[in-house]
């Protein structure tokens, strides 16, 4: 099977940019010696988790408990559910473990911590848990200098159905720094802030052996990760046009694009529209408002070749419209319809999650392997 | 089972909402004395089709070929695919047909008319295909007056493997239209204008049997469709915070929430964090930029009584961050970890892409029935 030969809109990997994004990440984790624990939240692919663990089954981080059974199921153990877990997902979460995975799970508060251990105790298990640390008023988690960190370690350590394992952070912050000297402050604060809660909780008294850091811009452009025990990183795997707009990666190191077709040519608005639209390039639009505002995702040929001019202008559910970039005249003779293009997205992570499989190439025009994901929750 | 025994996030569906949504459309076209072909790319459903046929089969019309050969396996028969068919898909179209359905396409090219009628030649096969006319400079199609729709018709008529069967068009401006008077005049101007294509195409001596208009705005604020055959209209069945911001609905007509629970307090930023972040609530924000800006959503209790008060700021992968909507301080005690609320959507299509089924309730909390939807290409 051929490029060619595939339906579209789908997802195409080129494996050898997939390849060369994981390799970097795991020679940046060796460099700076932490435990390599992706994200596996952007593929949520079981061939690109195991790229990622060298060929082989590694430490991962989840996003959702679907991707926690998808891969415990596939045999990986050592997952960290990284989205706060509620009393009313601890059945579910079990029922993990108590099929093999040694899976934890984070949470920001106290009452919770003790939740969990009455659940715990009530079932004679014990729930290993990480407290979120905000490093950066981001997203959830506690400052690494509140009194009520302290709280939630104190419950989770005492709580007979509870282990404290550890701090988790994601440097959110980081997807708003627009230099290399931005996103170098960034790892920095967060290696400072996340070491620090770690600290607090160890001079309390309480053990800490999990320091959990991550996300693609600060692993990218830390030099010195020096207390941490591990780096978590999703979007590397793919990259995407936010990242390289970031500095995290160039435009061709982008391993995932929109297979799409043109399917109409407006003559008299100098515009062509191809089947991928708001459900196939996902309706993201990080890069907006930034130097390298690209639409709905850059638009290459088949062969993966930027094409510098060409714009994704809107995405209507099943429409795609492409226009050139400065307004020029469009030349429809070099974009027949029935012509393959191909869209790097803005955001690799929701790109990817309207779609059940990936079509990987390998230097060549060959699918040489299709790969499964998996969705929901 | 009850909403409370919901693994979040998911999709509620307010049957009691919905069927008086679609029954509201289903009036109006027998009213303006129409065939009603409603667009089911928004539910992607089969109990929700079969409601929109009056409990029974009806016409209806798809955004891809996957939902044609969903709902043709479930029997639906007269199917009009809505989107430019292309020739490197007529394989699999085809395969539809001779499944049994009567599976009409669109095209605005001459030359594509040309190589489906080769394509039916060479396979004794005859397809039957409408134009699509562009009524608003929006999407796709031809003017009503241009020359080339003419020529695309007698490539149809004349082709030996095709059958022009009329037009259609979609009035797509509608949807930047914010007054009453304006709606009514993209109503009319749709009217008019795909009545004046066929009134074309029939004077140059061609059939034009199907003259195809639709979208839920135009549909609902259109007075008199003389001269059309057929009313599409989508996104009626659920409506959406977009449709209530143009006035096509009221919020409490929105039948589609995401169920969501609240999973972090961020006590020192006055803001709370769900489990309904940009894969489960979408990164649509089309609402945004008009004087109806909703974030990503709005936000309701529970019961689906919306809260006026709070508002989606921003949607991460898997974390949904909830303010207040003018800055006053977050009553964190009004809103426990654990505590379920509902997100009415930004627009009903995108964030129905995200899953496989619907949880219906009909009047109380309890689940009364689950929906398959079909995603995908």
Redesign the interface.
């Given at each position: 099977m051929q490029i060619n030969d595939l339906?579209?809109?789908?997802l195409i990997i080129d494996k050898n940019k997939l390849k060369t994004n994981i390799n970097r990440m795991r020679e940046k984790a060796k460099k700076l010696n932490v435990i390599f624990r992706p994200h596996v939240?952007t593929a949520k692919s079981i061939p690109v988790a195991l790229l990622c663990g060298g060929d082989a089954i590694g430490p991962i981080t989840v996003?959702?408990l679907r991707e926690a059974e998808y891969f415990a199921d596939a045999g990986f153990t050592d997952i960290i559910y990284a989205?706060?877990?509620?009393?009313?997902?601890l059945t579910?979460a079990k029922a993990i473990i108590d099929g093999g995975a040694d899976l934890k799970f984070i949470i920001?508060?106290a009452?919770?911590a003790r939740k969990i251990s009455e659940f715990g105790i009530k079932n004679n298990f014990i729930f290993k848990i990480l407290i979120?640390v905000?490093v950066d008023?981001h997203?959830?988690?506690l400052?690494a200098d509140?009194p009520?960190l302290l709280n939630v370690a104190r419950a989770l350590h005492e709580g007979a159905g509870t282990e404290l394992c550890g701090v988790l952070t994601h440097a959110?912050e980081s997807y708003d720094c627009y230099s290399k000297a931005e996103l170098m402050n960034a790892a920095e604060d967060e290696r400072a802030s996340i070491t620090l809660a770690a600290q607090n909780i160890r001079s309390a008294g309480m053990p800490c052996d999990i320091i959990s850091c991550g996300s693609t811009p600060t692993a990218t452009f830390a030099n010195d990760l020096s207390g941490v025990t591990e780096l978590r990183a999703g979007v590397f795997v793919f990259q995407d046009a936010f990242q390289a707009g970031l500095g995290c990666c160039s435009n061709d190191d982008i391993a995932l694009s929109v297979l799409c077709?043109v399917?109409?040519?407006?003559?008299?608005?100098d515009r062509i529209?191809t089947?991928a639209g708001?459900?196939?390039l996902?309706?993201?639009?990080s890069t907006r408002g930034t130097d390298f505002d690209c639409g709905y995702g850059l638009v290459a040929d088949v062969n993966g070749k930027i094409l510098d001019n060409l714009f994704v202008t809107s995405a209507?559910?099943?429409?795609g419209?492409i226009t050139t970039k400065d307004g020029s005249e469009f030349d429809f003779s070099a974009y027949p319809?029935?012509t393959q293009l191909r869209i790097l997205p803005n955001?690799s992570?929701?790109t990817a999650?309207?779609?059940?499989e990936y079509n990987v190439i390998d230097g060549s025009s060959e699918i040489v392997e299709t790969w499964q994901r998996c969705?929901?929750?």
């Open positions: 339906y579209t809109p789908c939240k996003s959702t989205v706060s877990i509620i009393p009313e997902k579910r920001d508060n009452d919770i979120e905000d008023m997203r959830a988690g400052s509140a009520e959110g077709t399917i109409s040519h407006k003559n008299n608005q529209i089947d708001g459900v196939a996902s309706k993201d639009q209507n559910q099943e429409h419209i319809i029935g955001h992570c929701m999650a309207a779609y059940n969705n929901g929750w």
